[in-house]
């Protein structure tokens, strides 16, 4: 049986990693070994911060109804039990917009979730 050399497969792997690394400083783009550290730490990165992404977005809605229930004399959680009795379903991602752009719509979504109480 002939003896297979990986020469081919190796110089694609490496060259895979290498590119992956451009960008950054030093002998982490130049040196292999340390290249293949770094877009191994980068990767891992990516993954943990691909779920962390939607829990910040969250955090950031939450904290602009409640900035924007509180100038209603609102709670943050009595704003939202007060539109979810009352039957409004609107996404936390939407009303954080209007909060923001449109305090007037807000205000009268507030209006709403007081009556509901």
């Known amino acids: ?3 297979v050399k990986s020469q081919v497969a190796r110089s694609k792997r490496k060259k895979k990693i290498m590119r992956a690394a451009q960008g950054a ?3 982490r783009s130049k ?3 340390t290249a293949k550290e770094n877009v191994e730490r980068g990767l891992r990165y990516a993954y943990r911060d691909r779920r962390r992404k939607k829990r910040d977005f969250r955090r950031l809605w939450i904290v602009r ?3 924007g229930a509180r100038l209603h004399d609102l709670s943050y ?3 939202m039990a007060g539109l979810k009795q009352a039957g409004v379903e609107i996404n936390r991602k939407f009303l954080a917009d ?3 752009r449109d305090p007037m719509a807000f205000g009268a979504l ?3 979730a007081k ?3």
């Open 31 to 33: 040196l292999y070994k």
């Open 98 to 100: 209007l909060a923001v």
């Open 65 to 67: 109804i409640n900035a």
């Open 1 to 3: 049986m002939p003896r």
């Open 110 to 112: 507030a209006e709403v």
């Open 115 to 117: 009556k509901s109480q």
């Open 25 to 27: 400083r030093g002998g």
């Open 77 to 79: 959680s009595r704003f």
